[in-house]
């Protein structure tokens, strides 16, 4: 089935520092992916909207200047965390779509992010 | 835009019995419905989806039915298992919507006691 390969897994970092998190499509080309947040025990929330080879869309309150993505190609998205702070620690998840807007959405394995 | 509700937020049940969990939509456009199961620590996994042009979906243990009319879908999960422990979101999607996400419901903690 499809899969979706996210990375790193876990990672920790010093405040003001940026992080780089990798989402991979590995068997399927993903015109589409999307980038999650979840503060534990609650439910997923919404970042923004990546779609390949045009700019990100971000959710009202989300900072683009802070979550930096970028698509570059259709099986590749990164989410880059700039100047990391205590606040940003959280598990962040991307998911991935095919091309059909009908496609199931099929999420990586999430990064947890701490910032120290 | 689309509200999704789920209930109950936490459900125990015997080894064996059955489990439903129920979601509710706002948006009478939506006509997509995935569950996901989480395990900690790991992203969701989609388990079994439903479009509207159907009313029920099953695949082994697990099934999914939907009322258009009243707007809510649930999920049944029957002989329940002790691996079948973990967070279960409901989702709902307008298709055609342009490139939007799925709305999430809260979750619900689903405990298998043994």
């Known amino acids: 089935g499809a899969v979706v390969s996210q990375h790193p897994s876990w990672v920790i970092c010093k405040s003001g520092t940026s992080v780089k998190i990798e989402c991979r499509s590995l068997d399927f080309q993903a015109t589409t992916m999307f980038w999650y947040r979840q503060f534990p025990k609650q439910s997923l929330m919404l970042m923004a909207t990546s779609n390949e080879g045009s700019k990100a869309t971000y959710e009202q309150g989300v900072e683009k200047d802070k979550f930096l993505i970028n698509h570059a190609s259709l099986t590749l998205s990164t989410l880059t965390v700039t100047s990391a702070h205590p606040e940003d620690s959280s598990f962040y998840i991307c998911?991935?779509?095919?091309?059909?807007?009908?496609?199931?959405?099929?999420f990586g394995n999430g990064t947890r992010l701490t910032v120290t | 835009g689309e509200n999704v509700e789920q209930h109950p937020s936490t459900l125990s049940v015997q080894e064996g019995d059955s489990a439903v969990i129920k979601c509710t939509y706002s948006?009478?456009?939506?006509?997509?419905f995935p569950w996901y199961k989480q395990e900690l620590g790991k992203g969701p996994q989609l388990i079994i989806d439903?479009?509207?042009?159907?009313g029920e979906k099953k695949d082994q243990r697990i099934a999914v039915t939907l009322n258009k009319t009243a707007k809510h879908f649930s999920l049944h999960i029957t002989e329940t298992q002790p691996e079948d422990s973990a967070v279960y979101f409901c989702?709902?999607?307008?298709?055609?919507?342009?490139?939007?996400?799925?709305?999430f419901g809260k979750g619900t903690h689903l405990i298998i006691q043994p």
């Open positions: 989702a709902a999607r307008e298709s055609g919507g342009g490139a939007d996400g799925l709305t």
């Open positions: 998911s991935a779509r095919g091309s059909s807007l009908n496609s199931p959405l099929h």
């Open positions: 948006d009478s456009a939506s006509n997509y």
């Open positions: 439903i479009r509207s042009n159907v």
